[in-house]
């Protein structure tokens, strides 16, 4: 079996939650599960090991466990986007349209320096709305560089999250479904 092949097979469904409709995707699973977590990290290692990544953006809350793991095995330090009203010093803000709702997301004003190169990194690509609203933060730093990665893209259901994000934008997912 492939890597691929085996966080697939431990990645659960959850059909109708949190509304009627969604097919949830419980990453629970594969972070429970210990060869998992070696398995997306060391992937994700190998994947940006030579890009000279100085900060590791996740975003709240599913988004931090991978990036800092992945944030300590590149050598480069964590930076949270959290929901609204969580960081306790000055923020900046965006607010976007999730596959099931709107939202905010806010991240410290002194996260992120124009010498960074910044990798982004969430559970899970669906709409896009949620990584675009963290891009559009990041990008406000002026950093040298902005990678973009999610353990799982959803390619199906009129999905295309890709589309929100400019061409140039690098972008990489360990699982596509
Ligand atoms: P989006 O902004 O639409 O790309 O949604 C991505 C964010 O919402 C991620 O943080 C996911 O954790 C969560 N999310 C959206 N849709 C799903 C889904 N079908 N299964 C699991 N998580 C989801």
Redesign the pocket.
């Known amino acids: 079996m492939t890597n691929n092949e085996f966080l697939l097979k431990h990645l659960r469904n959850v059909p109708d939650f949190p509304v009627p409709g969604?097919?949830?995707?419980?990453?629970s699973t594969l972070y429970k599960n210990p060869r998992c977590m070696k398995i997306m990290v060391n992937e994700l290692y190998e994947l940006y090991k030579d890009k000279g990544i100085t900060k590791v953006v996740g975003?709240e809350s599913?988004?931090f466990v991978i990036g800092a793991a992945l944030a300590v095995k590149l050598g480069a330090g964590f930076v949270m986007c959290r929901k609204p009203g969580k960081l306790p010093a000055d923020t900046l803000s965006e607010s976007?349209m999730?596959?099931?709702g709107k939202d905010t997301i806010e991240i410290h004003t002194d996260a992120i320096e124009p010498t960074d190169n910044v990798l982004l990194h969430?559970?899970?690509?669906?709409?896009?709305?949620?990584?675009?609203a963290a891009y559009n933060l990041v990008k406000k730093f002026n950093p040298k560089n902005i990678y973009i990665n999610f353990i799982i893209e959803?390619t199906g259901e009129g999905?295309n999250?890709r589309a929100v994000f400019d061409k140039d934008v690098e972008m990489t997912a360990l699982i596509k479904i």
């Open positions: 969604i097919q949830f995707k419980d990453v975003i599913r988004g976007y999730k596959e099931y969430d559970d899970l690509l669906a709409t896009g709305g949620s990584m675009k959803l999905l999250g």
